[in-house]
């Protein structure tokens, strides 16, 4: 059996010690998502008032990037309510009189979640993939340096 040496340990404990954060962030995602859902009982459709188009640089340059932000408004008893959301996809996947299925915080009805979120599955699915490659990385360091090594 090859012997192994603390650095080669050191490197895939690095890249599964990544992969684990890449694995529980998203889980935890999931689980509070969940617990919102949940807790959040009135069901309405929200109706797509305005898809707000922001710009931005992401590193001082002249590469632009764009947001879409969507603002809803729903109604909750007699009260009618209007809420931009607080993160955009840089994919416009709403158009102004989309209904959109959400449900309503009934403590406070000016919070709500969206039932289904693209910009949720969309991160979840990356950070999943992301920890996926790190325990690949980890596992083919280890090959690689092991092998190297005779």
């Known amino acids: 059996m090859p012997e192994i040496n603390s650095d080669v340990l050191l490197i895939c ?47 001082r340059t002249d590469n632009i990037s764009r947001l879409w932000v969507p603002t809803f408004r729903y109604t909750y008893g007699s009260e009618v309510y209007e809420k931009q959301l607080n993160v955009g996809t840089s994919k416009k996947i709403f158009e102004i009189g989309d209904k959109v299925p959400i449900k309503v915080n009934t403590e406070h009805p000016e919070k709500f979640i969206q039932v289904s979120s693209y910009a949720h599955m969309l991160a979840v699915g990356i950070l999943y993939t992301m920890s996926g490659l790190f325990v690949i990385f980890a596992a083919s360091a280890y090959m690689i340096i092991t092998h190297l090594g005779h």
């Open 13 to 59: 404990g690095i890249f599964l010690g990544v992969a684990a954060i890449l694995f529980i962030v998203p889980t935890c995602m999931i689980y509070f998502r969940r617990k919102k859902l949940e807790s959040y009982s009135y069901e309405t459709d929200a109706e797509v008032i305005n898809v707000e188009k922001r710009n931005f640089s992401v590193n």
